[in-house]
C-alpha cells in the first residue's frame, strides 16, 4: 500500500500551525454523553489494568474497538472520547484502557508503562476474546499508536485471525527522533507537561519500592530523554534510553505487520519530525498505508466547521473500519 498524501487543509485557518492544532483541542474540546463501565482485570505478573468499556445500543454481534491511549493519557483524554462516541453510535463497542499508573489509581508492581509494553496490550486483547468478540480492531493515538504498531509487527503472520485490523493516529515511530524533538524549545511546554505528571509518579512509586527505584538522580530530570535514561529504562529492563529506544521503535517492527493498517501522521505534528518516519519501508509495505496530512498537529485534526461534533480524525476511522465491514 503507497504513502498516501492527504493534500486537503483539515483544521480552521484560526488554527494556524501545528502547535495550536494539537493545543486547542486537548485544552477545550469537550465530549459528552461517554458512558463508561470499569472493569479491572489482573495481570499475568499480579499487577492490575482498569478497562474502560462503551457499548453501542444495536442488537446483535458487534465487533469491538480497543483504544490505547498516549503518553500520560488516560481515557478520558477528548482524541479518546470523541472517537468512542462516534463508533458507538454507528455500531461498535469500544474498550479503552488504561496504561499501569494512568487513569486516576497507582498500579501495584515496581514499574510503570513504556512505549513498548505489548504484554499489558496482549492482555487486552486477550480479555475481550475471553468475553466473546470474534472482530476486534484496534487503535491508537500517539504513545499507544507505537504501542500498537509494535504489537502488530510481533505478531505477525501468527496474529489471531480475531484481530481483523488496526488505525493509528500521530505516532511516534522513532522514539529517539520524538525524544530529542520535545527538547527543543519550541516544544518546552509539551515536555513540562509530561514531567509535571511523570516525576511524581516516580517518587510515589520510590515510597513503596525504595530497594528498586532510587531518587538520588531525580534533580537530574530535566527532560524526556532524561527521565526514559534514569528511570523507564532501568525500570522495564534496559540498559539506557538509547537501548530501550531501539528495542521499542516501532519503526523496527511495522514491516512483519500482516493485517491492514493505516498509520495518520501530520505533517505539521510538532512532536513527531515527519522525516523520522520509516517512508520509504511504508512506500512498499503490502499492507499499512500511511496517511500524511498536510496539517491536523499532534492528536488534534480539529476540522474548520464549528458545527461538526466530530473531528476528521474519528470521521476518518470510522469509514476506514466500515470499508472493511462492507468488503
Known amino acids: ?3 498516501v498524501h492527504y493534500k486537503s487543509r483539515i483544521s480552521p485557518y484560526w ?32 499487577d492490575f489494568l482498569n478497562l474502560d468499556w462503551s457499548y453501542a ?51 501495584q508492581t ?8 505489548t504484554e499489558d496490550l496482549d492482555a487486552v486483547v486477550r480479555y475481550a476474546f475471553k468475553k466473546g468478540y470474534t472482530d476486534v480492531r484496534l487503535a491508537g493515538f500517539s504513545l499507544g499508536g507505537n504501542l500498537t504498531l509494535k504489537y502488530l509487527g510481533e505478531q505477525g503472520v501468527t496474529i489471531d ?5 488496526a488505525i493509528v493516529f500521530s505516532v511516534p515511530m522513532d522514539l529517539k527522533a520524538c525524544s530529542l524533538s520535545i527538547i527543543e524549545p519550541r516544544n518546552q511546554i509539551y515536555m513540562r ?25 531525580h534533580q537530574l530530570v530535566r527532560t524526556l530523554y532524561d527521565f526514559d535514561d534514569i528511570y523507564t529504562a532501568k525500570l522495564h529492563g534496559f540498559k539506557g534510553a538509547d537501548h530501550y529506544y531501539t528495542e521499542c521503535s516501532s519503526k523496527f517492527f511495522v514491516g512483519q505487520i500482516a493485517i491492514p493498517t493505516i498509520i495518520v501522521n501530520a505533517e505539521n505534528d510538532p512532536i513527531v519530525p515527519f522525516e523520522s518516519l520509516p517512508l520509504e519501508l511504508l512506500r ?17 485534526f480539529r476540522p474548520a466547521r464549528l458545527t461538526d461534533e466530530f473531528y476528521w480524525s474519528e ?13
Not at 470521521?315 to 468488503?327: E, I, P, S, V
Request: charged fraction near 25%; proline fraction near 5%; aromatic fraction near 10%.
Open 110 to 117: 515496581a514499574r510503570f508503562y513504556h512505549s513498548g509494553a
Open 15 to 46: 488554527l494556524p500551525n501545528g502547535h495550536f492544532q494539537s493545543i486547542y483541542p486537548a485544552l477545550f474540546r469537550q465530549i459528552n454523553g461517554i458512558k463508561y463501565f470499569r472493569e479491572k482485570i489482573v495481570t499475568p505478573d499480579d
Open 57 to 107: 445500543e444495536n442488537e446483535g454481534p458487534r465487533p469491538l474497538v480497543i483504544l490505547s491511549h498516549g503518553l500520560e493519557g488516560d481515557t478520558t483524554r477528548q482524541y479518546i472520547t470523541g472517537m468512542v462516541k462516534l463508533l458507538n453510535r454507528h455500531g461498535f463497542d469500544c474498550l479503552a484502557w488504561n496504561f499501569r499508573s494512568c487513569g486516576g489509581e497507582m498500579n
Open 315 to 327: 470521521k476518518y476511522a470510522l469509514q476506514f473500519l466500515t470499508k472493511l465491514d462492507n468488503l
Open 161 to 165: 485471525h480475531r484481530i481483523k485490523n
Open 284 to 300: 512498499s509495505h503490502s499492507n499499512v498505508t500511511l496517511l500524511a496530512t498536510k496539517d491536523g498537529g499532534h492528536c488534534g
Open 193 to 217: 507537561r509530561f514531567l509535571n505528571t511523570l516525576k511524581p509518579k516516580v517518587v510515589e512509586k520510590a515510597r513503596f519500592f525504595p530497594e528498586k527505584i532510587s531518587l538520588d538522580d
Open 1 to 3: 500500500m503507497p504513502l
